[in-house]
């Protein structure tokens, strides 16, 4: 049988705990079993669901798709907002979706080398099959580069400016929170003098989802992005509550560990992907 693991929610029944087999989730019992399904999504449909990954964790993945098909199959019709799409390519993405029969197709017309779409090809498919709309949310690279040579403003419109308060420095716990996330996935070697631009655009991208969300307005949303962005503390949920009205806003992270579990309203922990020390090139060679 498959090694089982331990999904934890918090936020929707303090306490829950759901028992599954990571690999049977995947592909059933190597006896030929039936794969085990998945637990009911806690909680009612809020007007924003922030959804996590590790961007290369398949069980996570497939872990999310279910709980958000399960909440679409029961009538539920939200815009996606993707953060694998970036937000200038949404004419081609809106032809794409209208054009195209599968997902497959999509991926083909839009999709870049920047992610491996195959992980995507069910929420692609599932948008396709709802009709639900399918919404570009990431900064470019050439963006992104912008913000680090220029500052976090430098993608904004001057009200965004005025609303986000991007021309004050951000809140010291954002700033401190992002320098740490950045360094640890920097193997703790980056140096120093890059880190400021880094945070730049790591903050712009989350202010830059927030507002995409925002505009999708009366409609509700789900945002599929990395477990960094969806954090309530420094993320996606930070911002997009900066400006009124308020919106109901619930966070999913989907973890290899539960050291982060109170960053989300939920937490799913999956077994970690097989993968090679991102580290090891750097420890042997030290960045300069």
């Not at 279910?66 to 996606?80: D, F, H, M, N, S």
């Not at 993707?82 to 029969?101: P, T």
Request: hydrophobic share 40%.
């Amino acid at each position: 049988m498959a090694q089982t693991q331990t999904i934890s929610t918090y936020g929707g029944s303090p306490g829950l705990t759901f028992a599954v087999a990571a690999l049977a989730l995947l592909a059933g019992c190597a006896s030929g079993g039936q794969p085990a399904a998945a637990p009911a999504p806690a909680g009612p449909n809020p007007q924003v669901l922030l959804l996590g990954e590790v961007h290369d964790n398949a069980a996570g993945h497939k872990l999310r798709y279910e709980l958000l098909r399960q909440r679409v199959e029961a009538g539920w019709r939200p815009a996606i907002v993707m953060e694998q799409f970036d937000r200038e390519n949404q004419d081609v993405l809106s032809k794409a979706q209208k054009g195209c029969l599968d997902a497959q197709c999509v991926i083909r017309v839009v999709g870049g080398v920047r992610w491996d779409w195959q992980l995507y090809y069910p929420v692609i498919q599932l948008a396709l099959t709802y009709q639900l709309p399918l919404v570009a949310g990431n900064l470019s690279r050439a963006d992104a580069s912008r913000v680090v040579r220029d500052g976090i403003a430098a993608t904004f419109d001057p009200q965004s400016v005025r609303d986000y308060h991007l021309d004050q420095p951000l809140p010291a716990d954002v700033r401190a929170g992002q320098h740490k996330e950045i360094l640890a996935g920097h193997c703790n070697m980056l140096p120093e003098m890059m880190v400021d631009g880094m945070i730049n655009a790591q903050v712009s991208r989350d202010i830059w989802m927030a507002k995409i969300v925002r505009d999708q307005q009366p409609r509700d949303v789900v945002l599929i992005a990395g477990n960094g962005h969806v954090r309530k503390d420094i993320g996606v949920a930070r911002w997009l509550n900066a400006l009124a009205p308020a919106l109901t806003v619930r966070s999913e992270g989907y973890l290899e560990d539960a050291a982060g579990a109170g960053r989300y309203d939920a937490v799913y922990t999956v077994a970690p992907q097989p993968r090679p020390d991102p580290c090891a090139q750097l420890k042997a060679k030290p960045l300069s």
